[in-house]
């Protein structure tokens, strides 16, 4: 039989990605640009919730595929035990509602937003690697988080809508994943880099963006790519120019730069904030975009972040 693009034959308990949880297992069995469909395996006795999303206009569907399901928001005079064949949606949520298996439950759920990332192996991989990359130099601990408060703070001064903050804010925390593989040594080097230990550090955006693609969050590899590119050319690693950048890389330049600058490293103290701004302001327009320097002077003068 002949491929069709677009068309995904399955057979009987394949799935893209499993993971198993307290409660039971999540297998996602299909995924679109705005949909997730998944099988949800969950224990006799387990507690599950549905909550409101007051960020998108989010519809859960669940149809019972196994086992028995009773609402705990509801009173039992109101509803019996939901069994296989029932199903229960939600569509603009008021308040959290409470659901508990009374056996071994089976349910298929589709989304009509991702969610399987958030639990995702790949995705907490991927932060251990973050993880490990801050103990092999303690004077970035923490900066990936810090980067993610500012960009943040940026991205939304700049009207991102809730997917490119989504992306923006994973990529600020994993921006530095591509250092997993840099020397101790060169990371630790209390004095100026040789050209060549330069090459090597330089290499990170790059190592970054592999490390990401093919996972749940391969959208934001090309931002964690550029983030090092600078709007007159001078960046790395390809020397892009303006508008060859991506506007969520040039907010991160611009807020990895800050946090450098006023964070410890082992060749030098840290720079004070009002200092570190004045530097940025001069670069404005040169190596920074103009505008994003001016919203990240605007969030801190505001106590933003």
Excluded at 64 to 82: A, K
Excluded at 171 to 195: E, N, Q, V, W, Y
Excluded at 260 to 266: E, Q
Aim: glycine letters at 6%.
């Amino acid at each position: 039989m002949e491929n069709i693009p677009g068309l995904h034959l399955k057979k009987k308990k394949s799935c893209i990605e499993k993971v198993q949880q307290k409660s039971g297992a999540l297998s996602l069995l299909a995924s679109g640009e705005d949909v997730e469909v998944l099988i949800q395996e969950i224990k006799k006795d387990a507690i599950f919730f549905i909550e409101p999303d007051t960020t998108s206009n989010l519809t859960e569907f669940y149809y019972i595929l196994e086992g028995l399901v009773i609402c705990q928001t509801l009173t039992n005079s109101e509803m019996n035990p939901m069994e296989a064949g029932d199903y229960f949606y939600a569509h603009n949520l008021s308040a959290p509602v409470s659901f508990k298996t009374l056996s071994k439950t089976k349910i298929l759920y589709v989304s009509s937003k991702p969610v399987f990332k958030y639990i995702s192996n790949e995705i907490k991989e991927l932060k251990n690697m973050m993880q490990e990359v801050e103990k092999k130099d303690e004077y970035t601990h923490s900066h990936g988080k810090r980067v993610r408060d500012l960009s943040f703070a940026i991205g939304n001064k700049a009207g991102l809508n809730q997917d490119e903050m989504e992306n923006l804010t994973w990529a600020a925390l994993l921006h530095d994943i591509g250092k997993i593989d840099i020397p101790d040594d060169i990371l630790k080097k209390p004095s100026r880099l040789t050209k060549e230990e330069f090459k090597i550090i330089k290499r990170h955006p790059v190592k970054g963006a592999e490390l990401v693609r093919d996972t749940f969050l391969e959208q934001i590899s090309s931002i964690i790519e550029q983030h090092h590119e600078r709007i007159d050319g001078s960046g790395y690693p390809y020397g892009l120019k303006g508008d060859e950048i991506l506007l969520e890389a040039k907010i991160l330049g611009v807020a990895d730069s800050f946090d450098a600058m006023t964070s410890k490293r082992p060749y030098r103290e840290a720079i004070e904030i009002k200092k570190a701004l004045d530097e940025l302001k001069k670069l404005a327009g040169v190596a920074y975009d103009k505008e994003i320097v001016k919203l990240l002077v605007e969030c801190i003068e505001k106590g933003l972040v």
